[in-house]
């Protein structure tokens, strides 16, 4: 009896110790098969998506992520899909997140952005690196070499590799002022970068939010069922419709508070949108996002 007893208790504090230790383990990013040769790679928690897809000519990366213990398991899943070689490299936007693991696709031919990504990476590099370094650690970034895309364009650029197209399109001032979205019209497949986010909160410091709403009704032009988000999992075209109603939410609260005479900081700090109580950084950046709001209607 005292011998089951005893199994008992220490199995039940194997138990408690697994629990309590369990937050310890950091969630892995997920590998999502959207269609026969397209792949999402899912930051875990929220944290920044890439994607992939496989030819028969090799790999185009959609994003290199950040950290590099992040960029080296991209690495690794591509490899555990494909023999091919990374051919091509695009990035998104600037942010450190999608484009700071470069370096470790220096095999790809072009890295491909638009023209103020590169611009804004080798103007930006100081204060990005700094943001970078308070966002994930002080050593996040200890072998870092800035990695710039070789081949950068304005308006739109079309590529074919293998047997799939890819349009590159440029729709203004989002996020940021260099964001793209890669469309591969075959597979009706949209990669919106960061100008999409689903559940969570989006970080608008660097953009502007009027042409960002603008950018996502042009979005929902395409003709396309899957949109995977910069943050978040992939949605459909409902998905897309609902974050861009986000915005439209926050611009009629933030515009109603303003009619009621409240000041920038009172509304920082007293809006509430209840709705989106359950996406992630919602108390952390509702108020940055309503900041943002304000300043310009001002
Ligand atoms: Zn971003």
Redo the contacts with the bound molecule.
């Keep these: 009896m005292s011998s089951i007893l005893n199994h008992m208790l220490k199995t039940g504090i194997l138990l408690i110790f697994l629990f309590l230790a369990s937050p310890l383990f950091a969630a892995e990013p997920e590998i999502v098969k959207l269609r026969e040769n397209v792949y999402a790679f899912i930051g875990a928690d929220g944290a ?1 998506n890439s994607g992939f897809i496989v030819t028969n000519e090799g790999v185009v990366v959609i994003d290199t992520q950040g950290p590099k213990e992040l960029s080296l398991v991209l690495k690794k899943k591509i490899k555990e899909i494909t023999q091919q070689p990374v051919i091509y490299v695009i990035n998104t ?1 600037y ?1 450190g ?2 484009t700071f693991g470069n370096q470790y696709f220096k095999e790809a031919k072009e890295i491909i952005s638009h023209e103020n990504t590169k611009k804004n990476l080798v103007e930006k590099e100081k204060q990005h690196r700094e943001q970078f370094k308070r966002f994930f650690n002080e050593k996040s970034l200890d072998e870092f070499e800035l990695t710039l895309p070789t081949k950068t364009f304005a308006n739109t650029l079309s590529m074919r590799v293998g047997s799939v197209s890819f349009e590159l399109v440029y729709l203004g001032i989002g ?2 002022d260099g964001d793209i979205i890669v469309y591969l019209p075959t597979e009706r497949l949209v990669f919106a ?2 100008l999409l986010y689903t559940g969570r909160l989006p ?1 608008v410091q ?1 953009g502007n939010i009027k042409n960002w709403q603008e950018a996502l009704k042009k979005i929902e032009w395409f003709e396309a069922d899957t949109y995977v988000p ?1 943050h978040g999992k992939a949605a459909d075209k409902k998905g897309l419709k609902k974050f861009r109603k986000y915005f439209d939410d926050l611009t009629d609260e933030v515009s109603k508070m303003k009619k009621q005479g409240k000041n920038l900081d009172e509304v920082i700090k007293t809006i509430s949108l209840p709705r989106y109580k359950n996406w992630s950084k919602y108390s952390e950046w509702l108020g940055l996002n309503a900041k943002k709001v304000f300043e310009e209607m001002d």
Aim: hydrophobic letters at 15%; a negative charge; zero cysteines.
């Design positions: 920044a936007h942010h997140d999608h996020h940021t970068g960061d970080w660097d910069g």
